[in-house]
């Protein structure tokens, strides 16, 4: 059994063929996907496709990419997390590389996730690039600890994997740690405790080797889950195991069942 902890079903190269999607999962025995929102104008769209199967999840959130997105209000966050499909906050953070001035209102917004978040008693979902000392920092200012989360899509080093570890948080590889270059998540990859690692695809997006390139899918999160098997010299049965444990730790979603 495999869970993809983080894809984005509603975008248009995924969200026209669902049933498709749902097949390939079925083959691959990908149990559960947790599709991700990334505005409020499209979370109606996400949350639908979580309730078109059993084996979908959601969550709720604003990107920190998006500058003219409508804002996330506390209260409004906690509101539509209320819904039992939603099992998460975000996708949520700061991202510098887009918005190399550093502006404030990213921090903002994060903090009304933290809080938000905090208030549902749901978990996280953290989105970092090129701001991983304000990441650190604002999740420790605001208590985020209390609920937890994972580091999506993790590249950080380790210096920053150990803060985030130290946070209660988990982190989450995707098919980058598959490409030849990326040594430094492989080594991340390698020291992560077991029980606070999970797998993705981050989906249509990052494609794992052997399909490197292509549009990504759930389906192939197994190959992520098999590289790191690999590097750690474990069964792969063990990664399995251990990544659908901790989705289910940190998400809390209905018991998960084989298609066999």
């Known amino acids: 059994m495999w869970v993809d902890s983080h894809c984005h079903l509603d975008l248009p190269e995924l969200a026209g063929c669902l049933p498709e999607v749902l097949v390939s999962m079925q083959e691959k025995n990908v149990v559960a996907a947790l599709t991700i929102a990334v505005n409020l104008e499209d979370f109606p769209q996400v949350l639908a496709l979580a309730e078109h199967s059993e084996r979908l999840y959601a969550s709720v959130g604003v990107h920190p990419e998006y500058a003219d997105a409508r804002e996330a209000t506390e209260d409004e966050l906690c509101r539509l997390a209320q819904h ?3 099992l998460g906050i975000g996708e949520t953070g700061l991202d ?13 917004r994060f903090r009304t996730h933290i809080r938000a978040a905090r208030r549902v008693g749901k978990p996280l979902i953290v989105h970092t690039r090129d701001s991983a000392t304000d990441v650190i920092r604002i999740l420790r200012e605001e208590g985020a600890d209390a609920v937890g989360g994972v580091m999506h899509c993790f590249t950080e080093n380790w210096e920053t994997a150990a803060a985030a570890l130290e946070l209660g948080f988990y982190l989450s590889f995707s098919g980058i740690v598959t490409f030849k270059n990326a040594t430094q998540v492989k080594e991340v990859a390698q020291k992560c405790p077991l029980d606070r690692l999970l797998i993705e695809t981050d989906a249509p997006y990052l494609a794992p080797v052997p399909y490197r390139g292509k549009r990504n899918q759930p389906a192939y999160v197994a190959h992520v889950g098999e590289e790191i098997a690999h590097l750690r010299g474990l069964d792969l049965a063990e990664i399995s195991s251990a990544t659908c444990a901790n989705f289910c730790r940190l998400f809390n979603p209905p018991p998960l069942h084989s298609y066999a």
């Open 96 to 108: 510098y590389y887009w918005h190399k001035d550093q502006p404030e209102w990213q921090r903002q």
């Open 84 to 86: 039992p499909k939603i």
